[in-house]
């Protein structure tokens, strides 16, 4: 896997665009051999100069599943080390489902807080994917801040690179569009929070729903729910609390 990703990430005689693309697809293609050195490769890559060599290492980390915890913590060390480049960290965040990687909490909490909107929206979709108990006292709280509007959007970003072949490079295509959704996000965030707050509102509504399996038309519904299923949610967080620090420790391991 090595041997083949060595000469084709030298993407010899290509230039611009189809070069970046042959490189993109050779870390793709090494990304499918499970194994600690290919996690450490991706991990270097994660560190490159060049945005779509970085970001495509960040997401494709998300392919090692035999190694969640130990792949999960080089995820994290890039989303801090970029932690003001927005692609990087959607990438990022979905590389953490594809990993089911727990030990994420305090991240992901201040993720859901951040200043891009995109962010955010993968921030808050990212738990509720992963159905991530933790964060449902904090998202109950962002709840209640949230005045909603029916009929608002809110557009986000989701930026996914997927090269099929080396010379279509459909990443870069991917990337011009997700730089001029967040350049509209800047836009319509200059009109103030209160605008911000209600079209993030059925984001958090529909991630309310994937944690709780229920749907709530007020606060006092959702609070009663909290209150009456107080013992299964700390349950469910302790398990959650548990997997984090499996993995953390099979990490350590791996070393």
Same mark, same amino acid.
């Given at each position: ?17 189809? &070069? ?65 480049? +927005? ?8 590389? %953490? ?24 929206? +993968? ?34 970003? +989701? ?50 729903? &994937? ?5 709530? +038309? &007020? ?13 299964? %949610? ?18 350590? &391991?791996?070393?």
């Amino acid at each position: 896997a090595f041997a083949t990703y060595k000469t084709e990430f030298k993407a010899k005689g290509l230039k611009g665009e189809e &070069k970046i693309g042959a490189k993109v697809y050779a870390i793709k293609t090494l990304a499918y051999t499970q194994h600690k050195k290919v996690v450490d490769q991706l991990a270097k890559l994660t560190k490159n100069r060049d945005q779509d060599i970085r970001t495509a290492a960040v997401q494709y980390l998300g392919m090692q599943r035999a190694l969640p915890g130990y792949a999960g913590t080089k995820v994290m060390a890039a989303m801090t080390k970029h932690k003001n480049d +927005s692609i990087v960290l959607i990438s990022g965040l979905q590389a %953490i489902q594809d990993l089911e990687y727990r030990a994420c909490e305090d991240a992901l909490r201040e993720l859901m807080r951040h200043d891009d909107y995109a962010v955010q929206k +993968s921030a808050m979709f990212a738990i509720g994917e992963m159905k991530d108990m933790r964060l449902l006292p904090d998202v109950f709280q962002l709840l209640k801040k949230i005045k909603l509007a029916k009929g608002d959007k809110w557009d986000g970003v +989701s930026v996914t690179y997927d090269t099929g072949t080396a010379g279509d490079h459909d990443q870069k295509m991917a990337e011009k569009i997700g730089k001029e959704q967040m350049k509209k996000n800047e836009r319509k965030g200059r009109g103030g929070g209160g605008r911000s707050q209600r079209d993030l509102g059925p984001v958090v509504e529909e991630v309310m729903k &994937k944690l709780t399996g229920e749907e709530f +038309s &007020k606060e006092k519904e959702a609070r009663d729910w909290l209150k009456a299923n107080d013992e299964n %949610i700390k349950a469910e967080q302790a398990k959650l609390n548990d997997k984090a620090k499996a993995q953390l420790d099979a990490a350590k &391991k791996t070393r």
